[in-house]
Protein backbone atom coordinates (compact mmCIF):
# COMPACT_ATOMS: atom_id res chain seq x y z
CA UNK A 1 0.00 0.00 0.00
CA UNK A 2 1.61 3.33 -1.26
CA UNK A 3 1.72 6.37 1.25
CA UNK A 4 -1.34 8.65 -0.86
CA UNK A 5 -3.49 5.42 -0.04
CA UNK A 6 -2.70 4.73 3.23
CA UNK A 7 -3.13 8.09 3.96
CA UNK A 8 -6.52 8.12 2.54
CA UNK A 9 -7.63 5.15 4.55
CA UNK A 10 -6.37 6.87 7.75
CA UNK A 11 -8.57 9.49 6.42
CA UNK A 12 -11.36 7.74 6.06
CA UNK A 13 -11.12 6.10 9.25
CA UNK A 14 -10.64 9.02 11.47
CA UNK A 15 -13.83 10.98 9.69
CA UNK A 16 -15.86 7.34 10.45
CA UNK A 17 -14.73 8.02 13.91
CA UNK A 18 -15.59 11.52 14.19
CA UNK A 19 -19.08 10.62 12.73
CA UNK A 20 -19.33 7.80 15.10
CA UNK A 21 -18.31 9.84 17.56
CA UNK A 22 -21.44 12.61 16.61
CA UNK A 23 -23.94 10.02 15.76
CA UNK A 24 -23.32 8.94 19.86
CA UNK A 25 -23.18 12.64 21.29
CA UNK A 26 -26.53 13.36 19.08
CA UNK A 27 -28.65 10.07 20.19
CA UNK A 28 -27.54 10.12 23.83
CA UNK A 29 -28.09 13.53 24.36
CA UNK A 30 -30.97 13.87 22.90
CA UNK A 31 -32.60 11.13 24.95
CA UNK A 32 -30.86 12.34 27.59
CA UNK A 33 -32.62 15.95 27.08
CA UNK A 34 -35.66 14.16 26.67
CA UNK A 35 -35.34 12.06 30.02
CA UNK A 36 -34.73 15.91 31.86
CA UNK A 37 -37.87 16.76 30.31
CA UNK A 38 -40.10 13.45 31.00
CA UNK A 39 -38.63 12.14 33.99
CA UNK A 40 -36.89 14.89 36.16
CA UNK A 41 -34.08 14.21 38.53
CA UNK A 42 -33.94 11.07 37.22
CA UNK A 43 -30.41 11.35 36.37
CA UNK A 44 -29.21 13.70 39.00
CA UNK A 45 -27.91 11.20 41.43
CA UNK A 46 -25.94 9.35 38.21
CA UNK A 47 -23.89 12.47 37.34
CA UNK A 48 -20.10 10.63 38.51
CA UNK A 49 -21.67 7.26 36.77
CA UNK A 50 -22.53 9.14 33.60
CA UNK A 51 -18.99 10.99 33.31
CA UNK A 52 -17.88 7.29 33.28
CA UNK A 53 -20.43 6.12 30.61
CA UNK A 54 -18.81 8.75 28.15
CA UNK A 55 -15.77 8.29 28.79
CA UNK A 56 -16.22 4.97 27.81
CA UNK A 57 -18.21 5.10 24.87
CA UNK A 58 -15.97 7.83 23.75
CA UNK A 59 -13.41 4.86 23.63
CA UNK A 60 -15.90 2.49 21.69
CA UNK A 61 -16.48 5.12 18.97
CA UNK A 62 -12.72 4.81 18.25
CA UNK A 63 -12.84 1.14 18.65
CA UNK A 64 -16.24 1.20 16.19
CA UNK A 65 -15.05 4.18 14.02
CA UNK A 66 -11.35 2.59 12.54
CA UNK A 67 -13.11 -0.63 10.90
CA UNK A 68 -15.70 1.23 9.61
CA UNK A 69 -14.17 3.69 8.15
CA UNK A 70 -11.27 1.25 6.34
CA UNK A 71 -14.31 -0.42 5.13
CA UNK A 72 -16.17 2.31 3.68
CA UNK A 73 -12.68 3.78 1.97
CA UNK A 74 -12.72 -0.05 0.38
CA UNK A 75 -15.61 0.00 -0.91
CA UNK A 76 -15.72 3.69 -2.17
CA UNK A 77 -11.88 3.43 -3.84
CA UNK A 78 -11.58 -0.63 -4.55
CA UNK A 79 -15.47 -2.05 -4.61
CA UNK A 80 -15.17 -3.66 -1.53
CA UNK A 81 -18.24 -4.91 -0.06
CA UNK A 82 -21.73 -5.44 -1.71
CA UNK A 83 -22.90 -2.20 -0.65
CA UNK A 84 -24.69 -0.83 -3.69
CA UNK A 85 -26.11 2.26 -4.89
CA UNK A 86 -28.42 2.18 -7.39
CA UNK A 87 -31.82 1.34 -5.94
CA UNK A 88 -32.64 -0.57 -9.43
CA UNK A 89 -29.66 -3.18 -8.98
CA UNK A 90 -32.19 -5.54 -6.88
CA UNK A 91 -35.94 -5.77 -6.57
CA UNK A 92 -37.59 -3.15 -4.36
CA UNK A 93 -38.77 -5.98 -2.31
CA UNK A 94 -35.37 -6.60 -1.67
CA UNK A 95 -34.51 -3.07 0.11
CA UNK A 96 -36.76 -3.83 3.39
CA UNK A 97 -35.79 -7.95 3.20
CA UNK A 98 -31.84 -6.56 3.42
CA UNK A 99 -32.86 -4.24 6.46
CA UNK A 100 -34.63 -7.33 8.26
CA UNK A 101 -31.30 -9.87 7.25
CA UNK A 102 -29.08 -7.83 8.84
CA UNK A 103 -30.90 -6.72 12.24
CA UNK A 104 -31.17 -10.76 11.89
CA UNK A 105 -27.69 -11.54 11.33
CA UNK A 106 -26.71 -8.76 14.07
CA UNK A 107 -29.10 -9.82 16.74
CA UNK A 108 -28.21 -13.62 16.20
CA UNK A 109 -24.41 -12.03 17.15
CA UNK A 110 -25.43 -9.96 19.62
CA UNK A 111 -27.69 -12.65 21.72
CA UNK A 112 -24.89 -15.44 21.58
CA UNK A 113 -22.01 -12.74 22.50
CA UNK A 114 -23.60 -11.37 25.42
CA UNK A 115 -24.69 -14.27 26.54
CA UNK A 116 -21.16 -15.92 26.33
CA UNK A 117 -20.14 -12.84 28.06
CA UNK A 118 -22.12 -13.24 30.94
CA UNK A 119 -20.33 -16.37 31.82
CA UNK A 120 -18.29 -15.30 35.53
CA UNK A 121 -14.55 -15.41 33.88
CA UNK A 122 -15.62 -13.54 30.94
CA UNK A 123 -17.79 -11.62 32.23
CA UNK A 124 -15.48 -9.78 34.35
CA UNK A 125 -12.87 -9.36 31.30
CA UNK A 126 -15.80 -8.07 29.01
CA UNK A 127 -18.66 -7.01 29.75
CA UNK A 128 -18.34 -5.61 34.15
CA UNK A 129 -18.03 -2.24 32.70
CA UNK A 130 -21.40 -1.95 31.07
CA UNK A 131 -23.13 -3.51 33.94
CA UNK A 132 -21.21 -0.83 36.27
CA UNK A 133 -24.42 1.26 35.09
CA UNK A 134 -26.84 0.83 37.36
CA UNK A 135 -29.54 1.74 36.69
CA UNK A 136 -28.39 2.31 33.09
CA UNK A 137 -29.30 5.78 31.16
CA UNK A 138 -29.15 7.45 27.76
CA UNK A 139 -25.33 7.65 28.05
CA UNK A 140 -24.50 3.79 28.53
CA UNK A 141 -25.56 2.54 25.37
CA UNK A 142 -22.13 2.06 23.98
CA UNK A 143 -20.03 1.99 27.54
CA UNK A 144 -18.06 -0.86 27.17
CA UNK A 145 -15.07 -1.96 27.82
CA UNK A 146 -12.94 -2.45 24.76
CA UNK A 147 -12.73 -5.97 24.19
CA UNK A 148 -16.35 -5.86 24.74
CA UNK A 149 -16.21 -3.34 22.42
CA UNK A 150 -13.82 -4.95 19.53
CA UNK A 151 -16.31 -8.25 19.83
CA UNK A 152 -19.56 -5.98 18.48
CA UNK A 153 -17.12 -3.45 16.07
CA UNK A 154 -17.25 -5.73 13.23
CA UNK A 155 -20.32 -7.38 12.40
CA UNK A 156 -21.50 -4.52 10.12
CA UNK A 157 -18.36 -3.98 8.60
CA UNK A 158 -18.47 -7.81 8.04
CA UNK A 159 -21.85 -8.48 6.99
CA UNK A 160 -21.56 -5.41 3.85
CA UNK A 161 -18.98 -8.19 2.74
CA UNK A 162 -21.85 -10.78 2.42
CA UNK A 163 -25.20 -9.20 2.18
CA UNK A 164 -25.96 -6.51 -1.05
CA UNK A 165 -27.48 -3.42 0.80
CA UNK A 166 -28.10 -0.61 -0.89
CA UNK A 167 -26.85 2.59 0.95
CA UNK A 168 -30.18 4.06 2.21
CA UNK A 169 -31.16 0.05 3.85
CA UNK A 170 -27.13 0.54 5.14
CA UNK A 171 -28.14 3.86 7.04
CA UNK A 172 -31.60 3.18 7.87
CA UNK A 173 -30.00 -0.31 9.69
CA UNK A 174 -27.19 2.15 11.45
CA UNK A 175 -29.96 4.76 12.71
CA UNK A 176 -32.04 1.47 14.05
CA UNK A 177 -28.80 0.39 16.13
CA UNK A 178 -28.55 3.44 17.19
CA UNK A 179 -32.03 4.76 18.68
CA UNK A 180 -32.38 1.07 20.53
CA UNK A 181 -29.39 1.03 21.80
CA UNK A 182 -29.97 4.42 23.77
CA UNK A 183 -34.03 4.03 24.19
CA UNK A 184 -33.32 0.58 25.69
CA UNK A 185 -30.84 2.17 28.40
CA UNK A 186 -32.68 5.26 29.43
CA UNK A 187 -33.51 4.02 32.74
CA UNK A 188 -37.90 4.50 32.08
CA UNK A 189 -40.10 3.64 29.08
CA UNK A 190 -40.39 5.65 26.32
CA UNK A 191 -43.01 3.92 24.21
CA UNK A 192 -46.96 3.00 25.83
CA UNK A 193 -47.61 0.46 27.73
CA UNK A 194 -50.24 -1.15 25.43
CA UNK A 195 -47.51 -1.27 22.75
CA UNK A 196 -44.78 -3.11 25.08
CA UNK A 197 -47.43 -5.94 26.41
CA UNK A 198 -49.00 -6.81 23.55
CA UNK A 199 -48.72 -6.80 20.10
CA UNK A 200 -45.16 -5.36 18.98
CA UNK A 201 -43.99 -5.83 22.47
CA UNK A 202 -43.94 -9.69 22.34
CA UNK A 203 -41.32 -9.45 19.80
CA UNK A 204 -39.70 -6.28 19.75
CA UNK A 205 -37.05 -5.47 23.07
CA UNK A 206 -38.22 -2.28 24.68
CA UNK A 207 -36.67 -0.73 27.65
CA UNK A 208 -38.81 -2.66 29.79
CA UNK A 209 -37.67 -6.48 28.72
CA UNK A 210 -33.69 -5.03 28.71
CA UNK A 211 -33.80 -2.99 32.44
CA UNK A 212 -34.62 -6.91 33.48
CA UNK A 213 -31.67 -8.02 32.23
CA UNK A 214 -29.57 -4.95 33.87
CA UNK A 215 -31.60 -6.23 36.91
CA UNK A 216 -30.82 -9.65 37.34
CA UNK A 217 -28.29 -10.05 34.47
CA UNK A 218 -28.68 -13.84 33.54
CA UNK A 219 -31.48 -13.81 31.00
CA UNK A 220 -33.28 -11.20 28.16
CA UNK A 221 -29.98 -10.94 26.04
CA UNK A 222 -30.88 -10.12 22.74
CA UNK A 223 -30.39 -6.65 21.13
CA UNK A 224 -33.71 -5.89 18.65
CA UNK A 225 -36.14 -8.91 19.02
CA UNK A 226 -37.58 -11.43 21.86
CA UNK A 227 -36.77 -14.26 18.99
CA UNK A 228 -33.80 -16.15 20.55
CA UNK A 229 -34.24 -15.58 24.59
CA UNK A 230 -37.86 -17.39 23.93
CA UNK A 231 -36.59 -20.20 21.93
CA UNK A 232 -33.71 -20.64 24.31
CA UNK A 233 -35.68 -20.13 27.38
CA UNK A 234 -33.87 -17.06 28.34
CA UNK A 235 -36.60 -14.55 28.01
CA UNK A 236 -37.67 -13.50 31.81
CA UNK A 237 -40.29 -11.20 30.66
CA UNK A 238 -40.40 -6.85 31.33
CA UNK A 239 -38.45 -5.50 34.04
CA UNK A 240 -39.82 -2.33 36.14
CA UNK A 241 -38.83 0.97 36.88
CA UNK A 242 -37.98 2.10 40.47
Known amino acids: MNEPTLLAAL ?32 Y ?26 IVAWGWHSLGWTRIYTDIDAYPLWYWPLSVLAYLALHDTWFYWSHRWMHRPRVFRI ?41 TTALAFVLSIM ?15 DWMVRKGLGN ?16 CNYGLYFRFWDRICSTDKGLGNFV
Not at 130 to 145: C, D, E, K, L
Not at 180 to 187: E, F, K, L, R
Not at 203 to 218: C, E, G, K, P, V
Request: aromatic share 10%; glycine share 6%; with cysteine.
Open 203 to 218: WLITASHHQRHHDIYL
Open 44 to 69: APLRQQIRKEIGWSLLSCIIFGLPAG
Open 178 to 192: TVMGVVNHMGWEIFP
Open 11 to 42: LSALAMTGIVTLRYILASGGFAWATARRQPGL
Open 126 to 166: FHAVHHASRPPTAWAAMAFHPTEALTQAFVIPLAVFCVPIH
